[in-house]
């Protein structure tokens, strides 16, 4: 797997253009697709702040399975639903969209037009 893009000058400086950053692309792994094909992946971690690591996710169409990591993340384009294993109600996302998933939350995602988001993690215990 390729290394995720890591913007050092975000470390030491205080802007991103989130909407065109340029990301490092993958196929997504073949247990986590739903279905025929291997959708892209996109990611570039922007730095660190307070212990918290923010970057940028995008995927293109596709349904797709995961187990969550704790995260927000806000949504800066594209169109796609989140159903949870729990009794988590699904979620509709697009343009504007800010969300909370809790580490080890089984999601299906239904992505209908490439999702872009930025991210923020909480430290792995």
Do not use: N
């Not at 739903?34 to 990611?43: D, H, K, L, S, T």
């Not at 169109?79 to 697009?94: N, W």
């Not at 299906?108 to 993690?121: G, M, P």
């Amino acid at each position: 797997m390729t290394a995720v893009r890591t913007d050092e000058s975000w470390r030491s400086g205080p802007h991103t253009e989130a909407r065109t950053a340029d990301l490092t692309y993958h196929r997504l792994p073949g247990d986590q697709v739903v279905g025929e094909g291997a959708p892209m992946v996109g990611e570039r971690v922007l730095g660190d702040f307070a212990g918290v690591t923010v970057g940028v996710w995008e995927i293109e169409p596709s349904v797709s399975c995961d187990v969550e990591i704790d995260e927000v993340f806000v949504v800066l384009s594209g169109d796609a639903t989140v159903q949870f294993e729990d009794d988590t109600p699904d979620l509709d996302l697009g343009p504007g969209s800010v969300v909370r998933v809790r580490a080890g939350q089984k999601t299906r995602w239904i992505v209908r037009d490439t999702l872009r988001k930025v991210f923020l993690t909480a430290p792995t215990p």
